[in-house]
């Protein structure tokens, strides 16, 4: 008898187990196992004569058929390297299937033999052609049946013969599995036989309590029932419970790694009254909405405690996450700790320190004439900085006189020392890898994790929140602050309303004239320009995401800035004064812009997604983004938020090439719909698949989830969470959990899930 933990070869023997470690890792009886199959046999139903076949590359078929004809061939360019070729009876298309080197073969797939041929359909000239496919003689005069091991393996299992055979292969179901031409999903499903065969019971790695309260198969029964059972519920109950395991197994490691970090000593930092944080609340220009007073006594209650804060903080875009985040370091800072806030792009990360400089105003004026007398900095360090300047800023870093030292990955090099850093604020957290803000996190003193602050504009969906970042606590701003203004989203669809966009010039011209600003989006540079530098990763997998293939890939490459700014320059916005802002302008290049465009000189902003995260000019009131289609859902609602952040109500144009009826055109139709984020995220949830979402990667490889569904399984996610919370307080260690973890994690540790 063997176990779960048992090593194939010594199951299965060398001969067979060797290639499946070689081809998919599989070492043992419990990787077989979970080696699920991708689908189940609807291919294996055997084709029947006269049917009409509409199958696609790539898919597994089944004849059962006589062969009508079957010629031996040379190919022509190898001498002597023989092959045969048999056609099928009566096919429409013609199916053939080619075997090489047939020296028995042809002696015994001839005219009039009767066959099963199973394998991958591919396409020749209008004929289907199996290469090489599993085959099976069903007539031959010894009664006895010959052909590929993996078919008679499973006919010598059955002990039927002739027409009974045929009809155990019609009546049972059969699992397909990934598979390649080296090791075939029969080979596969020949293995798995073998090892339950011989398989002790598998031990059960979910609590009894909970397998009885959710009512779900045991272990043992679904690792067997998902690869053999031939009752369509029984393997339905199958999949239903190793849905759970996988839930499991990705909520376990997660606990973990939250309940580890939580054991850590943090900086504890009591609130004080009359500290930083009394001044600006005091000298605050607006008074905090309701939503950031709550979520401000969540974390300061979190900030005094002796353990570390891991929490992330999600509002819309322009929900006033950046002064909840000041607030919440000044609390630190009171305690004499310092903060490190990290930005995503240059941009940001100066746009950052200059608000938070003019919103501390003498409060960040530490040392300076006119500054007030508790009163802190705030440095500031970007890659594109003069060597000096950042020299200057990491004397004020190391020194401690920089309370709040804001950033880009600049911060994350070992020369950037804080005196006592107490807390790391990550603005858009997307962008950055957890090992990137755990790096950050390393810098503080011996012994101290910091409070962790990760705020995100792009809504996540609960599931999301709870796997992706399931270490985290979250909170979320949903109201936005009074007197925002609405945005009204259109498409135009370029090629069927052509005048539409000359309206969208005018509209732009309209508004400059009527004092108010714009931002003209597309997503190249110019020529040489595959996709905007700065986001480039993302737009390039958001991209390939998002354009389908039944959308026309035949169109002209999208428009560049570049290009844009010219023509626009010459003809519809004559008048007005553009800019230009993409990710290869220096560090000043791009401050010099932004800042002209802050400040009213410039009209127009032609620009990359640069300007996608947090940029903030409220008098900005149109945005036209060009070919739209080149952007996921997220990204377009991120984009969005650039605009309405003023007075005035807002308009967002949403162009596209591609016809309304194309889903790309749907999708845009869809964002223009609703301006609420978490449908938007629900739905591009609902639009990509689970791996890419998650991000998930091991060894180098990304994990698929096979059975777990982010848009499906909030209920599942949810009681495993719980499940995984109670189990961890008994027994950190246990075992059954640590089963179902083992595909997520690495070494024995957690693998970081992740978005960036
Ligand atoms: P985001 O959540 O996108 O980072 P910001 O923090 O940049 O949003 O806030 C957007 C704008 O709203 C800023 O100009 C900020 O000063 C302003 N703001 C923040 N909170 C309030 C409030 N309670 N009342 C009025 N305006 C606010
Ligand atoms: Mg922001």
């Known amino acids: ?180 031409s080296k090791v075939q999903t029969w080979d596969i499903y020949a293995c798995v036989r073998q090892a339950l065969a011989v398989l002790d019971p598998v031990p059960e790695t979910l609590p009894e309590w909970f397998v009885r309260e959710h009512d779900l198969m045991s272990e043992d029964q679904a690792l067997r029932a998902v690869h053999v059972s031939v009752n369509e519920a029984e393997r339905n109950r199958a999949i239903e419970r190793l849905t759970f395991d996988e839930a499991a197994g990705l909520q376990w490691g997660l606990v973990s790694r939250r309940h580890s970090a939580l054991a850590a000593s943090g900086p504890p930092a009591a609130r004080r009254d009359g500290g930083l944080v009394t001044q600006m609340t005091a000298q605050l220009p607006f008074e905090l909405t309701a939503g950031q007073r709550e979520v401000l006594a969540v974390i300061s209650e979190e900030l005094s405690a002796t353990r570390p804060m891991i929490r992330m903080l999600q509002g819309e875009v322009g929900s006033g996450k950046t002064v909840v985040s000041l607030l919440a370091m000044l609390q630190m800072i009171d305690a004499g700790y310092q903060c490190a806030l990290l930005a995503p792009t240059e941009v940001l990360a100066v746009q950052h320190a200059s608000s938070m400089r003019a919103m501390l105003g003498a409060l960040a004026g530490a040392g300076e004439l006119g500054g007030a007398e508790n009163a802190t900095r705030v440095a500031l360090l970007t890659g594109s900085m003069s060597a000096a300047q950042k020299r200057d800023a990491r004397r004020e870093i190391t020194s401690g006189a920089a309370g709040i030292v804001i950033g880009t990955h600049a911060l994350l090099q070992d020369a950037v020392e804080f005196d006592n850093l107490g807390m790391v604020v990550v603005d858009e957290q997307h962008r950055f890898g957890v090992e990137q803000r755990d790096r950050l996190r390393a810098k503080a003193p011996e012994g101290i994790t910091p409070h962790l602050l990760v705020m995100t504009a792009t809504p996540i969906p609960r599931t999301l929140a709870l796997t992706a970042y399931g270490d985290l606590e979250t909170s979320t701003l949903r109201e936005l602050p009074r007197g925002r203004q609405p945005i009204k989203t259109s498409t135009i669809f370029q090629t069927q309303k052509p005048t539409w966009l000359a309206r969208a010039w005018e509209r732009i011209n309209e508004e400059v004239a009527a004092g108010r600003q714009a931002y003209i989006v597309a997503s190249r540079i110019d020529e040489d320009d595959e996709d905007e530098k700065a986001g480039k990763a993302k737009a390039k997998k958001a991209t390939a995401k998002v354009r389908d293939s039944d959308d026309d890939d035949r169109l002209p490459p999208p428009v560049t800035v570049v290009d844009l700014l010219a023509g626009l320059q010459r003809g519809p916005l004559k008048d007005l004064r553009l800019g230009l802002m993409h990710g290869r302008l220096s560090g000043d290049e791009k401050d010099a812009v932004m800042g002209a465009f802050r400040a009213g000189q410039i009209d127009v902003l032609v620009c990359t997604t640069v300007i996608e995260v947090g940029v903030d000019v409220p008098n900005a009131t149109v945005m036209v983004v060009m070919d739209a289609d080149r952007f996921g859902i997220s990204q377009l609602h991120q984009l969005r938020g650039r605009i309405g952040r003023g007075q005035h109500p807002s308009l967002c144009l949403l162009v596209t090439r591609l016809p309304e009826e194309s889903k790309a055109g749907q999708r845009l139709t869809a964002v223009a719909g609703t301006q609420d984020g978490f449908e938007l995220a629900d739905l591009d949830l609902r639009e990509r698949s689970e791996g890419d979402v998650l991000g998930l990667y091991q060894s180098g490889r990304p994990i698929t989830l096979k059975f777990l569904s982010l848009a499906q399984h909030l209920e599942v996610i949810l009681a495993a969470r719980e499940l995984c919370e109670t189990v961890y307080e008994s027994d950190p260690l246990d075992s059954g959990m640590a089963a179902l973890s083992a595909p997520f994690t690495e070494d024995d540790k957690v693998q970081f899930l992740d978005m960036s």
């Open 1 to 180: 008898m063997a176990t779960i933990d048992d090593r194939l070869d010594y199951v299965l023997g060398k001969k067979a187990a060797d290639p499946l470690e070689e081809q998919f890792g599989l070492r043992t009886v419990g990787d077989l196992l979970r080696y699920f199959p991708r689908k189940y046999s609807d291919a294996m139903t055997v084709r029947g004569e006269g049917e009409e076949l509409d199958l696609e590359e790539g898919e597994h078929v089944t004849f059962v058929d006589v062969i009508a004809k079957a010629e031996v061939k040379w190919a022509k360019n190898q001498r002597s390297r023989e092959y045969l070729v048999v056609t099928l009876r009566d096919r429409r298309p013609k199916v053939t299937a080619t075997f090489f080197n047939p020296k028995y073969l042809k002696k015994t797939l001839i005219e009039g033999t009767k066959v099963m041929l199973s394998g991958e359909v591919g396409y020749f000239r209008g004929t289907m052609q199996l290469t090489h496919p599993a085959f099976m003689v069903l007539d031959s005069p010894s009664g006895k049946t010959f052909g590929t091991k993996s078919l008679t393996s499973i006919a010598a299992a059955t002990d039927a013969t002739g027409d009974d055979l045929l009809a155990e292969f019609e009546k049972d179901f059969f699992p397909i599995y990934p598979a390649n």
